[in-house]
Nanobody, 123 residues
Framework: QVQLVESGGGLVQAGGSLRLSCAAS????????MGWFRQAPGKEREFVAA????????YWAGSVKGRFTISRDNAKNTVYLQMNSLKPEDTAVYYC????????????????WGQGTQVTVSS
């Protein structure tokens, strides 16, 4: 069982930056690949980025590659999403999740989810 709590969302102007954090409970955090997803109003939840348990491998959605950075600190049971050059289309609720399935890209591979944190980018 893993419990996840996101923080760091807020309102930012286009071109600005935010860093999201996701704190996890449990002593087996490093055994989970972790992902960030987002959901805008009226849209389905979509993959943003993911990182392997060791942190050696990362995965990206094309829309954020080069602007966002995912990292993790297994000693602190925390995964981060650094978001730079934000655009209004990045506005969404951002969720972190712990992967239990085979794929990093699909919501169905993640069994544990946080409550989400709102990111709003104004133009």
């Amino acid at each position: 069982q893993v419990q996840l709590v996101e923080s760091g969302g807020g309102l930012v102007q286009a071109g600005g930056s935010l860093r999201l954090s996701c704190a996890a409970s449990g002593r087996t955090f490093s055994s989970y690949g972790m992902g960030w997803f987002r959901q805008a109003p009226g849209k389905e939840r979509e993959f943003v980025a993911a990182i392997s348990g060791s942190g050696s491998s990362t995965y990206w959605a094309g829309s954020v590659k080069g602007r966002f950075t995912i990292s993790r600190d297994n000693a602190k049971n925390t995964v981060y999403l650094q978001m730079n050059s934000l655009k209004p289309e990045d506005t969404a609720v951002y969720y972190c999740a712990a992967r239990t399935g085979n794929s990093y890209y699909y919501t169905s591979s993640y069994d544990y989810w946080g409550q989400g944190t709102q990111v709003t980018v104004s133009s």
